[in-house]
């Protein structure tokens, strides 16, 4: 590798809007995110499907798999 072409990294703080903060490596001196592993949905199982306007009940009647006659 060459020298001098490389960024330096730091050691920083992570701090997040729910007020969580954490350490990790970065070029940047300090970095502020909204969401990280505490507080997202898809981490803490708080997801949700927001049906709007009834488009997965249209979808299931579009594809709806007949079933077989006996």
């Known amino acids: 590798?060459?020298?001098e072409?490389?960024?330096e990294y730091?050691?920083?703080?992570v701090h997040c809007s729910c007020?969580?903060?954490?350490?990790?490596?970065s070029t940047?001196?300090?970095?502020?995110?909204e969401i990280c592993n505490v507080c997202h949905?898809?981490?803490t199982g708080k997801q949700k499907l927001?049906?709007?306007?009834?488009r997965v009940e249209k979808y299931r009647r579009k594809y709806k798999?007949?079933?077989?006659?006996?």
Do not use: C, S, W
Request: hydrophobic share 40%.
């Open 19 to 25: 007020g969580n903060t954490f350490q990790t490596k």
């Open 50 to 54: 927001i049906d709007t306007a009834g």
């Open 41 to 43: 949905p898809f981490y």
């Open 1 to 3: 590798m060459r020298k």
């Open 5 to 7: 072409i490389h960024p």
């Open 65 to 70: 798999v007949a079933t077989p006659a006996e």
């Open 10 to 13: 730091h050691l920083v703080n």
């Open 28 to 33: 940047v001196k300090e970095l502020r995110v």
